[in-house]
């Protein structure tokens, strides 16, 4: 098992958070370091959606996990024990992430040793979607127990993220979930977005996904 | 149908909200108006459950709800579908309710017609648990599919309440939620707390939780 760093959050800064997020993502450009956003709801399935994700793409990627968590270790260590470098980020009662914060995470990682840096951010589907983290891709989850009608009643999350991932889709049978109507209330928001149909317990549509990610990933460090 | 009301939230009152809530529960206390605050993370169930448990309840108690939502109106539409009295509160940006945005949601409502108002919060684990909204008891609702480590992960919302209502236990054959295990976890936090397990779409336990509340009502509005 990797040693889990944690980080704790005593203070939240606005006011320069663009401008923050902006010098952050240059210096991840100059690294080469491709910093990716994950959120959802709690219980959507990040974490475990984080570790097949990682497992499928493997030794492809030199990759990374920035766990946020409120006031727990728990995630950050399951990551850790799959062998995979990963920092906790305990941030008090603080309901999101920040550029300053994501910063903090980044502390003491030599970024030209990572190609991929994932954040899981804190589980919410309401303020993260506020703040520019200095990610290059934002992706949420929305799993199926949560309703397709989440695209109306948080339109900004679905509005800011270049990616939806739709997990626990081995729930379909025992739902009323329309994943045709949910589809096109978050076209309708965002029709640039990218959609993918995923079970992370089962491990259908990960590939897909991981897929997707690994040639992001490989274009941006290209560059 | 009822029609329901919109109410748009435009600014943010924080330096005042523990005198605001207790003025305002004092009014409810003088009105013999029981107000209780449901929480949870998007998609716990807590419309259906609110449906649910008003359906049992019926013309036992006189009822309402305010719905609050970042920007739809589909949750009060639900309610007053049933013939419910339903107030929708717009909360834009805002994750969470204070006890000023609850009174603006009963203004217009003559508190001797109603035994019972139930608000719906913005579903979100982490902000509403932070401010008291004038409630006489709070109330959340952690669903099988989030999982059984949520208590570890937002220990504050767990801390606030009164009641724990575990929904969708007819998901519980597909998962690995380990009931006991998150069970001793809430207790661990709060001693005090009540744990209903239910299934709002099946109407599993729901009841005893219906029986539970009435009474609650019955005795505070009697005093």
Known sequence: MEEVRLIEIKEEIHSDNTVKAKQLRDSLSKNKTFLLNLMSSPGAGKTTTILKTLEIIGDKLRSSVI???????????????????AVQLRTGGFCHLDASMVEKGLEGMNLKDFDLVIIENVGNLVCPAEFDTGAIKNVMILSVPEGDDKPLKYPLMFTVCDVLLVNKIDYLSLSDFDIDAMKERVLNLNPKIRIFEISSKTGEGVQAWADWLTNEVKQFTAQ
Request: no cysteine.
């Open 67 to 85: 766990e946020a968590d409120i006031d727990s270790m728990v995630d950050a260590e399951k990551i850790a024990a799959k062998g995979i470098h």
